[in-house]
Structures are given as C-alpha cells and as structure tokens.
C-alpha cells in the first residue's frame, strides 16, 4: 500500500519564479492538505482540498493556489517566490472533508530554496 | 485564537528512561489532537490520535492522554530508545469556523543517549 507520495524531493529556485509541487494521496484517501515548514518550526497549514475544491485555507496570499485531480491527487503552486517561501512543503493525505475527518499521513516533503 | 505550545523544547535523557513531552492548546473547542514524530529533514510520521471524545491512547511503547477541559495532552515513551531520538509534534484539529484548520505545536526535539 503506497503512502503520500511527493515530488520533486528537492528543488532550487530564484526570486520571482514560479513553482508546482505534487502529491498523490495514500491510497483510499480523497483529502490533500498542504503545509509549509520553516527550519526549527511546526508546519503551517496552507490549504486542503476535497473533491476538487479548496475547502479551508490558512493564512498565505494569494500567490499560493492548488488544484486537485479526479484521481485526488494534487498540486501547489506558489507564483513569484520570495526568499521566505524557502521551506519543507508538506502534503498530508486524509478520509473525508474537513480538518476533523481524521488522522493525517504526510509525504516526504519537498525541500524547496529560494535564492 | 487557538494556540498551540509544547514543552520543554528540547530533552535529552539516557536509554532505558520512561519520558513525559507536553503540549497545551488554549481552546477546548478540538475535533481531535494528533502526536507526530519526524526526523532531521524528512516528512511528518503519525503515532496516535485522540479524538476530542477520548481520554488516551496507547500503541506500543507510547501512551497519549488527553484532557481538554486543562487544554493539554501527553505523550509518554516508556523504556526510551536512541531509536526514538526525533522530533515530536502534538496538532490539534480546531474547531471554530473562523479557522477550522489543522495547527501544529512547534515540537519537542528528544535526544536518547546508549
């Protein structure tokens, strides 16, 4: 049974560009949240999604956006990077809509850098 | 605002140690509360979760409690293990509706000594 699966792992990027992170969802789950962790800090939660919409959103500009595929799986997209945006971006996978569906199962990561 | 906090920030014990991390949250109105483990750079592993309608939680070594009345829950490691050295991270799941989210404490970084 594959988990939260996530890519790319690593990615460098300078200030301005753009960027898309993706994620598959633990099989059986239809929920994908996102979070971003800054280095010594707890993760933020950025938004989730369920049956393709974004239900719930935490407190990130508008610069960050998502989307959700039939198939759940998902994808961030944070446009015109600032060197802040340097962070662990998680995806946490879940059954049911809203943050009190459940336990969460987090990916890997993907470790972006912003020069 | 709910809050999250958990000490002590970092804890350093011998192997062998029975261990207690904390976490207090400053709004009783929870879905659910959630202890995490992760290690150096990588992503977020689940260990218990405890709906807002329990008391606790056991698997394994660990054992979580949880009272929301005081705002606050443990996770207790017994016969630690350089194994469990990580860090741990308590998530409530909030309930109001100005926030419904998901809000992480900011870890415990627990070092086991052989």
């Known amino acids: 049974d594959a988990g939260v699966t996530q890519s790319p792992t690593h990615l460098i990027k300078t200030r301005g560009q753009q960027v898309t992170l993706r994620c598959s969802p633990k099989?059986?789950?239809?929920?994908v949240s996102w979070y971003q962790q800054a280095l010594g800090q707890g993760p933020q939660f950025i938004f989730q999604?369920?049956?393709?919409?974004e239900r719930q959103r935490g407190n990130f500009p508008d610069r960050f956006s998502g989307h959700q595929f039939p198939n759940y799986s998902s994808e961030l997209n944070v446009n015109a990077l600032l060197l802040g945006d340097s962070a662990l971006y998680l995806c946490?996978?879940?059954w049911g809509q809203g943050v009190q569906a459940g336990e969460l199962f987090f990916g890997e990561g993907s470790r972006l850098t912003v020069l | 605002k709910q809050e999250v906090t958990q000490i002590p920030a970092a804890l350093s014990v011998p192997e062998g140690e029975n261990l207690v991390l904390n976490c207090s949250f400053t709004?009783?109105?929870?879905?659910?509360l959630q202890w995490f483990r992760q290690d150096p750079g990588k992503g977020l592993t689940s260990l218990l979760l405890?709906?807002?309608?329990?008391r606790e939680q056991t698997s394994g070594r660990l054992n979580a409690s949880l009272d929301k009345s005081s705002g606050r829950s443990t996770l207790y490691i017994a016969a630690s293990q350089p194994g469990d050295s990580a860090t741990y991270l308590c998530?409530?799941?909030?309930?109001?509706?100005?926030?419904?989210?998901?809000?992480f404490g900011p870890g415990t970084s627990l070092s086991v000594i052989p």
């Open positions: 946490a996978s879940s």
């Open positions: 709004d009783s109105a929870i879905y659910n």
């Open positions: 405890i709906q807002s309608s329990q």
């Open positions: 998530a409530v799941a909030a309930m109001k509706t100005s926030y419904d989210k998901v809000i």
């Open positions: 099989s059986g789950h239809d929920t």
């Open positions: 999604y369920y049956e393709e919409e």
